[in-house]
């Protein structure tokens, strides 16, 4: 059974900083690309970064590009979020999700995506 369980959200104020967390299990990642989504209340979900599980090709969303950094650990099964410089409009439900096979330029759309986490609430505020 595939899970992909994230952890690291919390409440942070702006300027700060936060790691965010997925470990996957359940199954073989080779040519899985592995994202990262959020939804913040009354907005529709929304891409923020994903890296290929095989050869680590990243792709970030305008909004987070320069301030967030995707990362994996594939012998720990882990992919990471570092998120620094954080805004209060970076607040959402953060989700940690697996496509299997997906090629890069597929990444940004959620709806290719296999697997989803439970997520994890991130708020920024002061």
């Known amino acids: 059974q595939v899970q992909l369980v994230e952890s690291g959200g919390g409440l942070v104020q702006p300027g700060g900083s936060l790691r965010l967390s997925c470990a996957a299990s359940?199954?073989?990642?080779?040519?899985?690309?592995m994202g990262w989504f959020r939804q913040a209340p009354g907005k529709e979900r929304e891409f923020v970064a994903a890296?290929?599980?095989?050869?680590?090709?990243?792709s970030y969303a305008d909004s987070v590009q320069g301030r967030f950094t995707i990362s994996k650990d594939t012998f720990k099964g882990m992919v990471y979020l570092q998120m620094n410089s954080l805004k209060t409009e970076d607040t959402a439900v953060y989700y940690c999700a697996a496509g299997m096979g997906l090629i890069t330029s597929r990444v940004r759309d959620g709806a290719e995506y296999d697997y989803w986490g439970q997520g994890t609430q991130v708020t920024v505020s002061s």
């Open positions: 890296i290929k599980w095989s050869g680590g090709s990243r």
């Open positions: 359940g199954r073989n990642f080779n040519g899985a690309a």
